[in-house]
């Protein structure tokens, strides 16, 4: 089909009508933005020669994913999540706030409002008894190498299914997601269970949308982190546990070089007894840096929908901050 239609100015001017270019309420960057958005998917559909067909079922893949609220599960499949990673990196150095632990990706299964500790916490409920006992420690530094004690470290991660709670009802609430205030040497230490790879679901729109790319949905092991403290900029990062067969081939683009860490088998029996435990076990250990800034807004995270938070306790870290 040689069909062209995009260039003409009959669609040139029913694409302005459709952006509300000729209404004088709405939002300027909302009309601007939808007619690049339109535009480019009219020229798209000209080029390509979609065909309703393949149109309708496109409309219906994303009312599956809507429905079954994946487009924060495709989201980083896409890329746009660490995309958006790229830009902030970019903005950064622009900015030249140089230097700390690479940001990495938030995903979309964060749950707000988790237990917090001082110095330890122990993540695991003691259900998921064929998950090995992880030691997961570290220190949170400014870029000069001072500890920082009291700073606010955020950790969630799935179990050894790869599942998440609240997520996955079947867990206990708030398990293998803890916050844990640094000690006085800037120090923190969860005990916990090292957690599988995750997988998005079988089947489900997510999935049908990577097949046809040819792709598969997997993440390797991972363990998310918030990290933050007065005086420095928020840090949204991840690490990835090496030796999956995943680490390198992340479906959600999150692995960084400087993230992957390498976990050491336990066997001896002092350092067992000195940590409690019952048997052998996996020691984790991830150090952070925090870049310094005075912006307060670059002291929290980003603004953006979470299970349990709303914009309440985005204003209250906000004003938490700010007090400090
Ligand atoms: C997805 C899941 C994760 O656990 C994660 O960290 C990032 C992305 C996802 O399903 O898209
Ligand atoms: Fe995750």
Request: proline fraction near 5%; charged fraction near 25%.
């Amino acid at each position: 089909m040689t069909v062209k239609i995009f260039e003409t100015p009959e669609v040139q001017d029913f694409l302005k009508t459709v952006s509300g270019f000729e209404q004088a309420g709405g939002n300027e960057r909302a009309k601007q933005i939808m007619h690049r958005l339109l535009s480019d998917l009219y020229r798209l559909i000209d080029d390509f020669d979609v065909t309703p067909e393949e149109y309708w079922s496109t409309v219906s893949l994303l009312n599956s994913l809507g429905g079954q609220t994946q487009f924060g599960l495709l989201s980083p499949g896409l890329g746009f999540d660490h995309y958006l990673d790229m830009r902030q990196d970019a903005i950064d150095a622009e900015a030249k706030r140089n230097g700390g632990t690479p940001r990495t990706i938030e995903g979309p299964l964060y749950v707000a409002g988790a237990p917090e500790a001082e110095g330890f916490a122990r993540m695991d409920d003691g259900q998921d008894t064929s998950g090995e006992t992880m030691w997961l420690t570290g220190q949170v530094r400014d870029v000069d190498g001072n500890p920082i004690p009291g700073a606010q470290v955020e950790i969630w991660h799935a179990d050894s299914k790869g599942n998440y709670s609240f997520f996955d009802p079947s867990q206990s609430d708030y398990n293998l997601r803890r916050t844990i205030y640094t000690d006085s040497e800037g120090r923190y230490t969860a005990r916990s269970i090292i957690p599988s790879g995750y997988g998005v679901p079988e089947g489900a729109p997510t999935d049908q949308v990577l097949k046809a790319l040819g792709r598969h949905g997997e993440r390797p092991a991972h363990i998310h982190f918030f990290i933050s403290a007065p005086g420095h900029q928020h840090l949204t990062t991840q690490i990835n546990l090496a030796g999956d067969p995943y680490t390198f081939d992340d479906f959600a683009f999150a692995t960084r070089e400087e993230l992957v860490v390498e976990g050491k088998r336990i066997e001896d029996s002092a350092e067992i007894a000195k940590r409690e435990l019952e048997g052998p076990f996996t020691e984790v250990v991830f150090d952070a840096e925090l870049a310094r800034t005075d912006a307060l807004e670059l002291q929290v995270r980003h603004k953006r929908p979470r299970a349990k938070e709303d914009e309440q306790d985005q204003a209250s870290q906000l004003a938490g901050t700010a007090e400090v």
